[in-house]
């Protein structure tokens, strides 16, 4: 079973940026569907990007579209979210997510409860 540790997150101000980063424990495989959620308390877990592997294809929330970047670095087994001109709805706890898919049309369908691999999860507050 694939395991993933998550960096602090941290608290910056409404249009700052903050990079949270999620170590794989093993090698991260072509056939890898990687994604980050959010969840703030009271709501459903919101996948704001998601990424496959294979082909490098990634996809963004509507919410985070433009500022938000997932990145997989093989070499170093991580996967990563560059938040920019962050803003106080951002605010949540965030999680990474892992499984394997055949296909990227297989790996974008997938929403929260069909991911078997989580983080452990790191709060982001975003301050006016």
């Known amino acids: 079973q694939v395991q993933l540790i998550q960096s602090e997150g941290g608290s910056v101000q409404a249009g700052g940026s903050l990079t949270l980063s999620c170590l794989v424990d093993?090698?991260?495989?072509?056939?890898?569907?990687m994604a980050w959620f959010r969840q703030i308390p009271g709501q459903d877990r919101e996948r704001v990007a998601v990424?496959?592997?294979?082909?490098?294809?990634?996809e963004y929330s509507d919410s985070v579209k433009g500022r938000f970047t997932i990145d997989a670095n093989k070499p170093k087994k991580t996967l990563s979210l560059q938040m920019n001109s962050l803003k106080t709805e951002d605010t949540a706890m965030y999680y990474c997510?892992?499984?394997?898919?055949?296909?990227?049309?297989?790996?974008?369908?997938?929403?929260?409860?069909?991911?078997?691999?989580w983080g452990q999860g790191t709060q982001v507050t975003v301050s006016s």
């Open positions: 990424s496959f592997i294979g082909n490098k294809h990634r």
């Open positions: 997510a892992a499984d394997t898919r055949s296909s990227w049309d297989d790996c974008r369908t997938r929403d929260a409860s069909e991911f078997r691999t």
């Open positions: 093993r090698q991260i495989f072509d056939n890898y569907c």
